[in-house]
């Protein structure tokens, strides 16, 4: 993960935390184990099994037995390679997650993904939380308080995504709202950009 740690510990963290979960896991090339969107389980993936030495002792067998092991070594490092994968996904959420929020999980031995599962369950926002959530801070970056211009700028970009996520764009009228609030911050800035526009 980056330098900045994304914490679990209220229901706002959610979305972050676990965007941070996803992107970690697919560095680690394991996020099939952690989306939750997909049926994956790490847990049931079983470890390859070495081939079994040949009954005979031809050159034919053996042949074909040292292609086995080749192809068996192959799987089993793409395998050790998963599962320290996901052997640090679960270090960083047990480095994460509040301690007060861990008690929702039932076993430290879980598969990762059912400990995710069940995080979800407890701190992830209902849509009506959500969207409420979504809406103050809207209001809150509409009623600007010495704020400079490019803060103001990630923040409305970061809204703009939420809204549309939260499936309440026809709620607020975005363009509007953006140039009377940057009005107020920035005249300038909103004069040079409505020229643009």
């Known amino acids: 993960m980056s330098s900045a740690t994304v914490h ?14 996803l992107g970690y896991a697919k560095d680690k090339k394991v996020s099939d184990f952690i989306n939750l969107d997909k049926p994956d389980i790490f847990s049931e993936l079983e470890e390859p099994l070495e081939p079994e030495c040949p009954e005979e002792a031809t050159a034919e067998a053996k042949i074909a037995y040292d292609i086995k092991v080749t192809a068996w070594k192959i799987k089993y490092m793409k395998y050790e390679k998963m ?13 994460t997650v509040d301690a007060t929020e861990l008690r929702h999980v039932r076993s430290e031995d879980d598969d990762v993904k059912e400990i995710i599962h069940s995080l979800r369950d407890c701190l992830s926002p209902t849509t009506a939380d959500y969207q409420d959530d979504v809406r103050t801070r809207y209001h809150d970056l509409c009623a600007p308080k010495n704020r400079g211009i ?9 809204i703009e995504d939420d809204i549309k996520e939260a499936d309440i764009a026809g709620q607020f009228n975005l363009k509007k709202d953006f140039l009377n609030v ?3 911050i920035d005249a300038g800035y909103t004069q040079a950009w409505t020229k643009n526009v």
């Open 83 to 95: 599962n320290e994968g996901m052997t640090k996904i679960r270090d960083v959420i047990w480095r």
């Open 8 to 21: 679990l510990s209220v229901p706002g963290d959610w979305k972050l935390w676990y965007k941070h979960m």
């Open 150 to 158: 490019e803060k103001w700028l990630n923040d409305w970009s970061l």
């Open 182 to 184: 940057n009005l107020a």
